[in-house]
């Protein structure tokens, strides 16, 4: 008969994550947390139901403090909340426990909601969620008939969870993946919508929680219609049409739904749904809704102020996805209102796509060859001049040979509405106030907006005529854009970097799409050169407000860089000689400069190729051959051979690669310059 195991008296084992806190080293902080911490955290630890529900409402007040805050995290508050004040049979300490956490996410690092999730946070919100619709949908008692205080408690924990799910789904994608999974998340935002007892501020924090966990999120989408219980879609669609604030915020999701199901102008989903149904209400608010002496309570309703910002927002985001309807548009339409969109948002041609780039194929190793095996080519591009013809040309000049016939204007029922009704409102908000930050917040929202539908817009096709509906619609709108914002703005000669910045890019877009016919007042051009020279030797956060330690800029899309491309539009035929003549001088400057950095010269080079690419333009003979810039160029090359070379591959990639297309342009485009002198 095997041995009987003697049973052993064993401790009880002490909690792993409770671990015991070494007191702090400042002596500040060791009398802060003998004073305020301890005695709280005692008490809510307390046998006591009063006392614990008194200290989780003394911690939702302290936790604010960064002080008290650290101290607290230091003492393992997340998991005494977690494992005893969440489970608490007090519905009080419940709501202030979730405060404390929603408290915590918002003022610490993403880190801490990540942590949130893997000590299993979202188990938690899922059993709150199930208590708060279990009283919602309750038929005895009914909640309106629940005490005022009672429902304020329910609508206090909501509000909690709604902010705290809101910090989750920014933190991490697997953590919004898990959030839109949960069904009982998902059925209690989708029932604050539907229910009229909701409160104004719940009801807000819901549709800003929606817009959150619904950007670019298909199986979201897919939810929201999917709702049958309830009918959560349709319910936005009401207040949609119904206007006001909330009309708004409903705007905000399902400009997101729609861009994640893909129902475009094209593709049209539910009844026709796509963004042209979101802008007249957008416009409305953007319209009735006035930022001066606009009052802050915590709602967004009552805040005109916020509410114009949110509804630019939208207006700007939809501006940019519409690039990608027309994209698709000309795809599924093979012909109808051709798109010629260029790889990239800032307008900058690719016109090195259609050739073999020599240059950008070797690897490092062979560098030091480089010089040599220019040489070469260079001859062997001077034996081929025959070859050289308009084609190639067209390919440097990104000339796009395919054509199409012009579609009618109401088959892009988004673009019609952002022309027609939103640019309007966006041109006034420009000349907004700034005396205050909210006007300040403004105008700049406003010039991003227009920013976006210029930009998109310029990316369309109007060569030979090409969308020639879509240009009548724009160029009025464009011309007056740049009289009533633009110009304004310029004359102000405001000092503001960030907004000289924003203008100058809304400035390039007008000017690119409308092709040397900008409203300028001939003397205009000279601000953007002097901006030019303002800007230089600034580093890239000085250019755009961004701060120290941000991702490093993309040097194409700096201040000089926009510059130059505004200018090379502004030159282009039918200027007049005179202005073509001041920014073909400046742009030849930029190149002679020793210090012009890498991204200016292959910006105003690739301006030249545009400008002086048409020999029948009378430029061409006026300023191109009787100022000399052929000789200009010719001596130029050499040195953007080193200027190329100068730039490692590894690390800018991007600049290395458009530096060599450069080198092969400028090559082919003096060699047919050279092909092509105008006769005496």
């Not at 491309?565 to 003549?581: E, H, K, M, Q």
Request: aromatic share 4%.
């Amino acid at each position: 008969m095997g041995k009987q195991r003697r049973n052993r008296t064993r401790a009880p084992r002490t909690d792993p994550i409770a671990k015991p806190v070494k007191p702090p080293t400042d002596p500040e902080l060791a009398a802060l947390r003998e004073s305020r911490i301890l005695p709280v955290l005692k008490d809510l630890q307390s046998p006591e139901p009063k006392s614990r529900t008194a200290a989780a409402g003394a911690i939702a007040n302290i936790v604010q403090d960064a002080k008290c805050r650290k101290l607290l995290l230091r003492e393992q508050v997340v998991h005494i909340v977690l494992t005893e004040t969440l489970t608490d049979a007090s519905i009080d300490s419940r709501a202030a426990g979730w405060d404390i956490l929603r408290v915590l996410a918002q003022e610490e690092e993403a880190d801490f909601c990540v942590h949130l999730y893997r000590l299993d946070i979202l188990t938690a919100i899922e059993h709150a969620a199930k208590a708060i619709l279990e009283t919602l949908t309750a038929s005895e008692p009914s909640f309106t008939k629940l005490l005022k205080a009672q429902q304020r408690l329910v609508w206090d924990m909501t509000s909690s969870l709604l902010s705290l799910l809101g910090y989750l789904a920014v933190s991490r994608d697997e953590v919004l993946d898990a959030i839109v999974a949960n069904k009982m998340v998902m059925r209690l935002l989708f029932r604050l919508v539907s229910t009229e007892a909701v409160s104004q501020e719940v009801f807000e924090e819901a549709l800003s929680c929606l817009t959150t966990l619904s950007e670019d999120n298909l199986p979201f989408g897919q939810a929201i219609i999917d709702d049958q219980e309830t009918r959560c879609y349709d319910e936005l669609t009401k207040l949609v049409v119904a206007g006001g604030p909330r009309s708004v915020l409903a705007c905000g999701v399902l400009h997101n739904v729609f861009a994640s199901l893909q129902w475009l102008d094209h593709s049209p989903g539910k009844d026709g749904a796509c963004d042209a149904l979101l802008i007249p209400s957008l416009c409305q608010a953007l319209e009735q809704a006035s930022p001066i002496n606009g009052k802050t309570n915590g709602s967004t309703a009552s805040n005109p102020s916020q509410i114009m910002q949110i509804a630019l927002e939208i207006v700007a985001s939809i501006g940019t996805d519409l690039q990608v309807a027309l994209e698709k548009g000309n795809r599924s339409q093979s012909g109808a209102n051709k798109v010629a969109a260029t790889e990239e948002w800032n307008g900058i041609e690719e016109t090195g796509d259609a050739m073999d780039v020599d240059e950008g194929g070797k690897d490092d190793g062979e560098e030091e060859d480089d010089e040599e095996e220019d040489d070469d080519d260079e001859e062997e591009e001077e034996d081929d001049d025959d070859e050289f013809d308009d084609a190639d040309l067209e390919r440097v000049t990104g000339a796009d040979e395919s054509g199409s016939e012009a579609g009618d204007l109401d088959d892009l029922p988004t673009l019609r509405e952002l022309v027609q009704k939103a640019v309007p409102q966006l041109i006034r908000l420009t000349n907004i106030t700034t005396e205050s930050e909210d006007g300040i917040a403004i105008q700049g929202l406003a010039l991003a907006a227009l920013n976006n539908i210029a930009w998109t817009i310029s990316c369309i096709d109007f060569a030979e005529g090409e969308n020639d509906n879509i240009f009548r619609a724009w160029a009025p709108a464009a011309k007056k854009i740049w009289q009533k914002a633009i110009s304004p703005i310029l004359e102000a000669d405001n000092a503001d970097l960030k907004l000289a910045t924003q203008v100058t890019s809304l400035a390039w877009a007008l000017s690119r799409s409308l092709n040397g016919n900008t409203p300028s007042d001939g003397t205009q051009h000279r601000r953007f050169i002097a901006l030019y020279q303002a800007s230089k030797g600034l580093a890239p956060n000085e250019e755009d407000g961004s701060k120290e330690g941000d991702e490093a800029s993309d040097p194409f899309q700096g201040l000089g860089v926009k510059c130059i491309g505004v200018l090379g539009s502004l030159a282009r035929d039918p200027a007049p000689i005179n202005v073509n003549r001041e920014i073909g001088v400046f742009l030849m400057t930029v190149l002679s400069k020793p210090d012009t950095v890498a991204a200016d010269i292959i910006e105003a080079l690739n301006q030249i190729f545009d400008i002086y690419a048409d020999e029948e333009a009378a430029c061409d003979k006026e300023v191109f051959y009787q100022d000399g810039f052929l000789g200009h160029l010719e001596e130029f090359l050499p040195r953007l051979k080193t200027i190329a070379k100068d730039i490692n591959k590894r690390t800018f990639e991007e600049l290395r690669t458009k530096a060599d297309e450069a080198i092969l342009n400028l090559r082919r485009f003096i060699q047919y310059k050279k092909k092509h002198v105008p006769k005496a």
